[in-house]
């Protein structure tokens, strides 16, 4: 079976480290690549995950110039993208710079080179409103469990986005760029809706709900990768185990037999 090569955008940020020591330790399956706008690790990456892409495999780039994408995506299976502004906070110029215009490179420049797989890093801050606004949602995140009953409805793909700050809404643009390029284009395009990846193993109380495990994280894309081609466009909610999971991983787990193995435990 011929290796499948696969390029991160984001490869020193916190998620593409863990995605590329994951990938290139199956080296009879993936040829990994990354790309990045500098060689320093984020000081989010956990110690244990920092990775160290070969001079051959790097592609220096600030996602700015759709013919420099272009070039280096040509040949790839899969682009895994990553880069982006991951603070909540982040300012309308660096959201409008790296989550929007950025985002709309790489599904453009990935078109051009007729890859067949985008994986897009969006976030479940596309569907905080319901965590902010709505119970037992809204009971979840303030910590107040005896408010929750026993068994409730998760939200789901398929309910509207509803996202709180302007960072969600970059998302749900990213999201939307994948439903038309799966369908204009021709790729296939996948959303993960990601819970927060830390570099810590154990979470405070409060987002043990929307946490996702390194290890969780990195199987999940590698399941995204070796989705059939029939799976033309889906959007799947990444999360680890927790007893007040609200959101629905069902789907991912239907589609690409995607069950979390690790379990968030409160901090110590």
């Given amino acids: 079976m011929a290796t499948k090569a696969i390029l991160i955008t984001g490869v020193y940020g916190l998620v ?12 009879d399956l993936f040829d990994v690549y990354g790309m990045d706008r500098h060689e320093e ?26 013919d420099q994408l272009e070039q280096a995506f040509q040949g790839m299976d899969t682009i895994i993208h990553l880069a982006g502004d991951p603070n909540a906070d982040a300012s309308w110029e660096s959201l409008r710079k790296n989550n929007v215009e950025g985002t709309y490179n790489v599904f453009e420049a990935a078109k051009r080179a007729q890859v067949r797989r985008v994986i897009f890093a ?20 303030e910590g107040k469990y005896d408010q929750v009953p026993n068994a409730f409805e998760r939200i789901t793909t398929a309910d509207p986005t509803w996202p709180v700050v302007p960072y969600g809404s970059s998302k749900v ?8 390029h799966s369908s204009e284009s021709g790729m296939s395009c996948i959303c993960l809706r990601l819970g927060g990846v830390q570099s810590v193993d154990k979470f405070p109380q409060a987002i043990i709900p929307n946490a996702c495990s390194r290890g969780d994280v990195s199987r999940l894309i590698e399941l995204c990768i070796q989705a059939p081609d029939t799976v033309r466009f889906e959007i799947f909610y ?3 185990n927790s007893e007040y999971r609200w959101v629905d991983i069902e789907n991912a787990a239907k589609i690409l037999g995607y069950v979390p193995q690790d379990r968030i435990r409160l901090k110590d």
């Fill in 238 to 240: 990444g999360l680890s």
């Fill in 41 to 66: 690790p984020s000081p989010r990456v956990h110690p244990d995950e920092l990775a160290s892409v070969p001079d051959d495999r790097f592609f220096q780039s600030d996602l700015s110039n759709i």
């Fill in 122 to 141: 969006s976030s479940i801050h596309v569907s905080f409103g319901y965590f902010f606004n709505v119970e037992p949602y809204r009971s979840i995140r």
């Fill in 173 to 180: 643009f990213g999201e939307s760029l994948a439903r038309m």
């Fill in 16 to 27: 593409g480290s863990c995605a590329y020591r994951h990938l290139t330790g199956k080296p």
